[in-house]
């Protein structure tokens, strides 16, 4: 079992910024890939971003060159930094890791104001 705890969303205006962190703990031996995804009311959960072990990444279209995704596996932690924010990316943000089995943070709300 792996837990992923999320912290640093919030309120903030459009154009701002915001950086979301998400530490994993238990078996964490064996992650592959961490990352966040997102779900807006109404809408399905989509990715946002992902870093493997290595460091290669995977950004979804709408967030390139606005967001960076990075890792600290020595902290086995995932951040997400997120700049140049739009009332679109109003959502709930999700941790993602997997080793191979896919687990969950609980969620942290990023809103967007326009």
């Known amino acids: 079992q792996v837990q992923l705890v999320e912290s640093g969303g919030g309120l903030v205006q459009a154009g701002g910024s915001l950086r979301l962190s998400c530490a994993a703990s238990?078996?964490?031996?064996?992650?592959?890939?961490m990352g966040w995804y997102r779900q807006a009311p109404g809408k399905q959960r989509e990715l946002v971003a992902d870093i493997r072990s290595g460091g290669s990444t995977n950004y979804a279209d709408s967030v390139k060159g606005r967001f960076t995704v990075s890792r600290d596996n020595a902290k086995n932690t995932v951040y997400l930094q997120m700049n140049s924010l739009k009332p679109e990316d109003t959502a709930v943000y999700y941790c993602n890791c997997k080793n191979p089995w896919n687990y969950w943070g609980q969620g942290t709300q990023v809103t967007v104001s326009s």
């Open positions: 238990g078996s964490v031996r064996g992650i592959s890939v």
